[in-house]
């Protein structure tokens, strides 16, 4: 699997109900973070969370992270129409040149109305 | 005011010529991005400039040359298109690197 794997690969859940998606990366990482992207348009950021942190929490977004188990979670809560987007992770892991920017594949989540 | 800007929105060429997309961003940001997006949205960095300095350069042909005349601004010039270079190019910045970035809208690119 790839750094900054994601899964599912698409959801699909009623309005009003949670979605969870799941990422998961190979080495050690700085921090971690979510974006969303709607159809046709640029990414915007979530959270971001560090390699000290355990959970953030963004309005109805909360963010985990178990570095044992090297992998994050995004909650979104009492799910709505608006929330229909691509979420992406991305794993940033070095320091100066040396960085390393990886993000996943992304997860598909559609919100039935 | 938009936050990181592109220019163009859209881009259509044909293959073997030679085409730059601009970006710009009012945040006073140090670090500046630029990604690529191909038809299964599989996002991919190509470059990373801090203060004007190259510090990220992923393995991207050199077809590709990434300029930053100051640090609101990192252009992208391509020479010699391929129908492969057909993406979504993101421009992106933060205020050090690694850190939150902002997107830019995007700069869909078509080979023909």
């Known amino acids: 699997s790839q750094q900054g794997e994601e899964d599912p690969q698409a959801l699909s859940i009623q309005e009003g109900e949670n979605a969870t998606m799941n990422c998961s990366y190979k080495?050690?990482?700085?921090?971690l973070q979510w974006y969303r992207q709607n159809s046709g348009r640029g990414l915007v950021h979530l959270i971001l969370?560090?390699?000290?942190?355990r959970e953030k929490h963004s309005g109805r977004l909360r963010v985990t992270l178990d570095t044992s188990k090297k992998s994050s979670s995004l909650l979104i809560t009492a799910s709505r129409a608006a929330d229909t987007a691509s979420y992406f992770c991305?794993?940033?892991?070095?320091?100066?040149?040396?960085?390393?920017?990886?993000f996943g594949s992304g997860t598909r989540l559609s919100i039935r109305p | 005011d938009t936050a990181v800007s592109q220019t163009p929105k859209y881009l259509v060429t044909q293959m073997g010529n030679d085409k730059s997309i601009k970006c710009e961003q009012n945040?006073?940001?140090?670090?500046m991005y630029w990604y690529k997006q191909d038809s299964k949205k599989f996002l991919k960095i190509m470059f990373s400039?801090?203060?004007?300095?190259?510090?990220i350069n992923e393995t991207v042909p050199n077809r590709f040359s990434p300029k930053s005349p100051d640090k609101a601004h990192l252009n992208l010039h391509i020479n010699s298109l391929e129908l492969g270079d057909s993406a979504v190019y993101f421009c992106?910045?933060?205020?050090?690197?690694?850190?939150?970035?902002?997107f830019g809208p995007g700069t869909r690119l078509l080979v023909l």
């Open positions: 945040l006073g940001h140090d670090t």
């Open positions: 080495t050690s990482i700085n921090n």
């Open positions: 992106a910045s933060s205020q050090h690197l690694g850190e939150t970035q902002y």
């Open positions: 969370i560090r390699s000290n942190e």
């Open positions: 400039y801090n203060n004007k300095e190259l510090i």
């Open positions: 991305a794993t940033v892991m070095g320091y100066s040149s040396a960085s390393k920017i990886i």
